[in-house]
């Protein structure tokens, strides 16, 4: 089982995103940052925050279903809101994208706010609302259950330190994969976490899962492109449990995709 996690940047960097997914061949996408339109649009346009723009491609969600026709897709909005045009306003929405090879069956899902509810009328103050998405799913080749899971961590403009929130969204996270999770079932769970790797979140997930992160383990220092130009190069991270089979595990640095490098795991 291949598994790719990507912040994928609004579709920033389209053209080689696109080319890059269905090249991949994974047979799991864990996607964050991914917008969809909630009325005809242009299929470019502006998220506005003060100063700070972003071009957003509009349309990215329905454009990776089309590139993915093997793969059952889910859209799981964190919060909508205004994507702009010169003066004028479209309403769009902000979320995870997942999809799975239809190769393998689904048998549990669940996905739920990790932090804050869904903003219907605007993307809200920071920290934002942000959500989590976890399957059960069956392997026919292995012949066994997987529990898999993606979060889009908050994001504090005080920075990535421990705080009171992220302690709780690691509570609710836990208590998600609970849900789905059967004993004894291997997990991984990845996704742009925005934490520095000493957070108290990873301990947690240690302590209730046994989760290692593989980008650490691995001696991987950066997972961000050279379009994110901040310091603290570390947001995305990828963690299994002791009995995962990991036959190959990388931080890809090219293609350049997005200001997040993708993340890609081959599990036995």
Same mark, same amino acid.
């Given at each position: 089982?291949k ?9 920033? =960097? ?5 080319a890059? #997914? !269905? @090249?991949?061949?994974?047979?799991? $996408? ?5 917008? %969809? ?8 346009l ?10 957003q ?8 279903v089309?590139? =993915? ?6 859209? #799981? !909005? @964190?919060?909508?809101?205004?994507? $702009?045009?010169?003066a004028?306003?479209y %309403? ?7 999809f ?8 549990g899902?669940v ?9 219907p009328?605007?993307?809200g103050?920071h ?10 799913v069956?392997?026919?080749?292995a012949?066994r ?15 990535k ?8 969204q ?17 997990l991984?769970?990845?996704g ?17 899962f046994?989760l ?9 220092t ?27 595990f ?6 350049e995709?997005?200001?997040h ?8």
């Amino acid at each position: 089982m291949k598994i790719l996690s990507l912040n994928c940047w609004g579709g920033m =960097l389209h053209a080689p995103l696109l080319a890059y #997914l !269905p @090249a991949v061949d994974a047979d799991v $996408y864990f996607l964050q940052e991914v917008p %969809r339109a909630l009325e005809p649009q242009p299929e470019s346009l502006t998220y506005r925050e003060g100063e700070k723009t972003l071009d957003q491609r509009t349309e990215l969600y329905r454009e990776v279903v089309a590139l =993915l026709p093997r793969h059952d897709g889910w859209f #799981l !909005p @964190a919060a909508s809101g205004p994507l $702009y045009d010169g003066a004028r306003a479209y %309403r769009s929405e902000f979320g995870l994208a997942t999809f799975l090879r239809t190769s393998f069956s689904v048998i549990g899902e669940v996905a739920r706010f990790v932090h804050g509810a869904y903003s219907p009328d605007g993307w809200g103050e920071h920290p934002r609302a942000r959500n989590a998405h976890c399957l059960r799913v069956y392997d026919h080749e292995a012949g066994r259950p997987v529990t898999l899971a993606q979060i889009h961590g908050l994001r504090d403009p005080a920075g990535k330190g421990d705080t009171p929130a992220r302690a709780d969204q690691a509570r609710r996270l836990i208590a998600l994969i609970d849900s789905v999770r059967a004993s004894g079932d291997p997990l991984v769970v990845c996704g742009d976490f925005n934490l520095l790797p000493d957070s108290a979140t990873f301990a947690m997930l240690r302590e209730a899962f046994g989760l290692v992160d593989l980008v650490t383990s691995h001696g991987f220092t950066d997972t961000r492109t050279s379009f994110y130009e901040k310091p603290g190069r570390y947001a995305d991270y990828m963690l299994v449990t002791p009995d995962v089979t990991v036959r190959s595990f990388d931080v890809v640095e090219t293609p350049e995709i997005s200001d997040h490098r993708a993340l890609l795991l081959d599990i036995g």
